[in-house]
Nanobody, 123 residues
């Protein structure tokens, strides 16, 4: 049984930073692409970033490019999302997800999801 557990969310002021973590179990971590998505109140869930099996291929939504960095530690079966220069519009529930596709940027390509962690950016 695959389990994904996010942590690291919280309340931060505009311009601040947070680092989200997502610990994975139940599947060989180095075989999967990992992604981060977010869902703001009243909006649909959207892609944020993804990282390939070896950590050398990454994709970002235009809205976070240059501010967020996705990384992974295969030895710890954990993926991270470093979020800098946070803005109020980054406020959302953030979800990590897992895919067997080498390049996955849409929700349909992911088959396991975490429960989410809330990020609130105050203005």
């Amino acid at each position: 049984q695959v389990q994904l557990v996010e942590s690291g969310g919280g309340l931060v002021q505009t311009g601040g930073s947070l680092r989200l973590s997502c610990a994975s179990s139940g599947r060989t971590f180095s075989d999967v692409t990992m992604g981060w998505f977010r869902q703001a109140p009243g909006k649909e869930r959207e892609f944020v970033a993804s990282i390939g099996w070896r950590g050398d291929v990454t994709y970002y939504a235009d809205s976070v490019k240059g501010r967020f960095t996705i990384s992974r530690d295969n030895a710890k079966s954990t993926v991270y999302l470093q979020m800098n220069s946070l803005k109020p519009e980054d406020t959302a529930d953030y979800y990590c997800a897992q895919s067997l596709r080498w390049r996955a940027i849409t929700q349909d390509e992911y088959d396991y999801w975490g429960q989410g962690t809330q990020v609130t950016v105050s203005s």
